[in-house]
C-alpha cells in the first residue's frame, strides 16, 4: 500500500437495518486519517453502485467501501471485478453474507479498524448466466424466497425463517439435468445452492466446507422437502451441520450447467434474478481483491 492509501466510501442511503447511522461521523471518528485520506459518495438508485465503484476504481482509489447490506456489496465487488482496487465493507444490512464469511465485525467501529489496517487478500467470484455472485447462487426454493423476502418490509433471520417455513409447502421440486465435473445427473431439484462462500448470511450456513479462495464452487442439492425436512435442515444450517443432513448432497467443481424443461427462478447473492429454464454457473478465480482481517 503506499503511504497514504485513498479511499472512497460508496455508501446506500436506503440499505438494511441501520439506515439512520451517521456514517460520515463514524468515517470521521474512526478511520485512521494519518494513513488514509476519503471521500463518500452515495448511490441515487438501484444499480448505480457499479458505476461509482468502477469510476473509483479507474480514478485510482486502493480501496472502495461498500457501506450497505449484501445487494450494495454485490454491486460495489461487481465494478471492482478484475481490477486494483480493494473492496472493504461496512455491514449495514441484515444478512452480511460476505462479510461474516470474511469475518468482518457487525459493527461499524470494528469494520474500520479492519479497513485501518488494510490488509489486501484476493477472492473467487462466481457467475450464474452472467450474472456475478460472491457468496451464493441458486435455483428453485431459495430463489423463490428471495422473491418473496424482497418485498417483505421485515428482515432479518427470524423473518427468512418464517417465511421457509411458510412457504415450504407451497413449492414443488422440479425435474432438471446438471452436468458436473463431466458427468450428467438427471434429478428432481428443490434447490441447488452454488456455493462460493460458505453462508447466504445471518450464519445460516448452505456450504460450511466452501472456500472462498480455492477455485471451486461447493454445490448443494436439495432434491426434495417437506415441512419436517424443512426444519431440520433449517436447524442445521444454523448449527452448521448442513453437510450431514439426509437432505442435502454436495459436489465440488468450478462450473455446472443445469437444463429443465421448465422455467425455474434464481437469484444471486440473495437477489431475485428472474426466471430461465438453462444455467451456466461459472468460476473466476482470484479475479476480486477484498481487505479482511490479517
Known amino acids: 500500500m503506499?503511504?497514504?492509501t485513498r479511499i472512497r466510501f460508496i455508501v446506500n442511503p436506503k440499505?438494511?437495518?441501520?439506515?439512520?447511522?451517521?456514517i460520515a461521523s463514524h468515517i470521521k471518528?474512526?478511520?485512521?486519517?494519518?494513513?488514509?485520506?476519503?471521500?463518500?459518495?452515495?448511490?441515487?438508485?438501484a444499480g448505480h453502485a457499479p458505476e461509482l465503484?468502477?469510476?473509483?476504481a479507474a480514478a485510482g482509489c486502493h480501496i472502495v467501501v461498500a457501506v450497505g447490506g449484501d445487494g450494495t456489496v454485490n454491486e460495489v465487488a461487481r465494478g471492482l471485478l478484475n481490477t486494483e482496487a480493494a473492496?472493504?465493507?461496512?455491514?449495514?444490512g441484515s444478512g452480511n453474507g460476505l462479510a461474516r464469511h470474511l469475518k468482518i465485525p457487525m459493527g461499524i467501529r470494528g469494520a474500520l479498524?479492519?479497513?485501518n489496517q488494510a490488509k489486501t487478500s484476493t477472492i473467487d467470484s462466481g457467475s450464474i448466466n452472467g450474472h456475478p455472485f460472491f457468496t451464493t447462487a441458486g435455483i428453485g426454493f431459495d430463489a423463490y424466497i428471495s422473491s418473496v423476502f424482497a418485498g417483505n418490509k421485515k428482515r432479518g433471520l427470524k423473518t427468512y425463517v418464517e417465511l421457509v417455513l411458510k412457504e415450504v409447502l407451497n413449492y414443488k421440486h422440479l425435474p432438471v439435468t446438471a452436468t458436473i465435473n463431466g458427468n450428467t445427473l438427471v434429478t428432481n431439484c428443490y434447490v441447488m445452492a452454488f456455493a462460493n462462500a460458505a453462508q447466504y448470511g445471518n450464519n445460516a450456513y448452505i456450504a460450511p466446507m466452501a472456500d472462498i479462495r480455492d477455485g471451486l464452487l461447493?454445490?448443494?442439492?436439495?432434491?426434495?422437502?417437506?415441512?419436517?425436512?424443512?426444519i431440520?435442515?433449517?436447524?442445521?444450517?444454523?448449527?452448521?451441520?448442513?453437510?450431514?443432513?439426509d437432505s442435502a448432497e454436495y459436489f465440488k467443481t468450478d462450473g455446472v450447467l443445469v437444463e429443465t424443461d421448465h422455467q425455474i427462478m434464481y437469484h444471486a447473492d440473495g437477489d431475485f434474478i428472474g426466471k430461465a429454464s438453462r444455467f451456466k454457473v461459472e468460476m473466476f478465480p482470484k479475479s476480486l481483491k477484498v481487505i479482511s482481517p490479517a
Not at 478511520?31 to 438508485?45: A, S
Not at 465503484?53 to 473509483?56: F, G, L
Request: proline share 3%; with cysteine.
Open 2 to 4: 503506499p503511504e497514504q
Open 15 to 22: 440499505s438494511g437495518t441501520k439506515s439512520g447511522l451517521d
Open 29 to 45: 471518528l474512526h478511520l485512521d486519517h494519518q494513513k488514509h485520506r476519503h471521500d463518500i459518495v452515495y448511490t441515487d438508485y
Open 53 to 56: 465503484a468502477k469510476q473509483a
Open 87 to 92: 473492496l472493504a465493507i461496512l455491514p449495514k
Open 113 to 115: 479498524r479492519v479497513i
Open 218 to 230: 461447493d454445490v448443494c442439492l436439495v432434491r426434495e422437502l417437506d415441512f419436517l425436512k424443512a
Open 232 to 245: 431440520h435442515l433449517s436447524y442445521c444450517m444454523l448449527t452448521r451441520q448442513i453437510a450431514n443432513a
